[in-house]
């Protein structure tokens, strides 16, 4: 074990992911309506509230308000499960996902990044998702498939309809469109998802009473809903890797350097809740990035926000030149639940501006170096 980190380099890494976090889901305070995706109160608030036709419930995963949607219906009927964790089920870590797709939506991100259609715009159908683009292709599996194995789970109970998801206008087969057609072609990772519910389920079932849950541990669920997103992502990055040609090199870079992050910022276990979440926002790139944007020097975003893409690319870099060693040795370094507090904590305080050191990172990493002077225990007491 390595007690507080023990290490140097962790804390320069934590600094790293300060920002990160920061920019990870949305771009206004967290206060009023703001805190909530945009159009949070027209998407279908249950499966009934989406078109039944034939004996099933028929959902456009490839329009806005409806993909909205799938995350309203998990949130609500998990809302239950963290009665513990705040009022108005604020404390449901489901929150990150709407609220990144919602942060997608109001930048054009999800729009027809080739501009071949008017897919995504004002002067088109602004609440139409672009199959071309790669944030739309990559969120499809960290919204459809989280939700299907909310299905397969049995989260909504025993459901009157089947499932069924429209296809993409193109790119047909890179999706999957029902409980039994995803199970067949993705089954790890359905089932990691389907794992996420049932151990909400579980804690149900274990309860002594209805209205208690008292097997329910939150690390354990952000464990599990970690290592599901964690495993969409893994498995979305190649499939879509050629869409990133729709996008300027910046914006491509972007992307790439934000789903490496993520691995870290899993690895600490970070509460998603929605308070949370909308704590990290202030750096979010308002825009996309197009040609011309060299970070650090983008006029029209803050310094803050370009420290923001600056770390997220030496972060990237860094991770790749030591053949993802970073990332194990991260991992290691957040093995206890002690660890993984402390690396929360550190996540959500520690000030912006650090100067990254990708040697010392490595190398400290590498050792494993107990003596490397890093933060007092007392720096986490109240």
């Not at 980190?5 to 889901?25: D, E, K, P």
């Not at 990559?138 to 939700?147: G, K, R, S, T």
């Not at 926002?281 to 060299?294: C, E, I």
């Not at 690396?343 to 912006?352: D, E, H, V, W």
């Amino acid at each position: 074990m390595w007690s507080y980190f023990g290490i140097r380099a962790l804390f320069t890494v934590t600094i790293t992911l300060s920002l990160v976090t920061a920019a990870a889901w949305s771009e206004k305070d967290a206060t009023g309506d703001d805190i909530y995706p945009p159009l949070w109160n027209l998407a279908p608030e249950n499966l009934l509230n989406f078109l039944v036709k034939d004996n099933k419930i028929i959902i456009n995963a490839w329009n806005y308000q409806e993909r909205l949607g799938l995350y309203k219906s998990l949130l609500n009927s998990s809302a239950k499960y963290f009665t513990a964790f705040g009022y108005q089920n604020f404390g449901n870590i489901l929150w990150g996902l709407p609220l990144q797709h919602g942060w997608q939506f109001r930048t054009g991100r999800l729009a027809d990044p080739s501009n071949k259609t008017s897919c995504g715009y004002e002067n088109g159908d602004l609440l139409c998702i672009s199959v071309r683009s790669w944030w739309s292709c990559m969120n499809y599996y960290l919204a459809v498939i989280p939700f299907l194995g909310a299905v397969e789970a049995g989260l909504f109970g025993q459901l009157q309809y089947e499932i069924e998801i429209l296809p993409a206008e193109e790119r047909t087969t890179d999706f999957c469109y029902s409980v039994a057609d995803c199970r067949s072609r993705i089954p790890n990772l359905m089932n990691a998802w389907k794992a996420y519910f049932e151990y909400l389920l579980s804690t149900e079932h274990k309860a002594k009473s209805p209205a208690t849950f008292s097997s329910f541990k939150l690390d354990d669920a952000l464990c599990l809903m970690w290592r599901a997103h964690v495993a969409s992502i893994a498995y979305a990055l190649p499939k879509f890797h050629n869409s990133l040609k729709y996008l300027s090199d910046p914006e491509a870079n972007f992307g790439e350097d934000w789903a490496n992050a993520v691995d870290f910022i899993a690895a600490t276990h970070f509460s998603t809740d929605l308070l949370t979440t909308n704590n990290f926002q202030v750096f979010l790139p308002q825009r996309m990035l197009v040609v011309g944007d060299a970070v650090p020097f983008i006029s029209d975003f803050s310094p803050q926000q370009n420290r923001v893409l600056l770390s997220l690319s030496a972060l990237y870099k860094a991770n790749k030149i030591t053949g993802g060693l970073l990332l194990s040795l991260w991992r290691k370094s957040m093995s206890t639940e002690e660890e993984r507090k402390m690396g929360q904590k550190l996540i959500a305080n520690m000030a912006s501006g650090q100067k990254l050191d990708l040697l010392a990172i490595y190398n400290d990493l590498k050792r494993g170096d107990l003596t490397a002077p890093f933060l007092e225990k007392k720096q986490f007491q109240h």
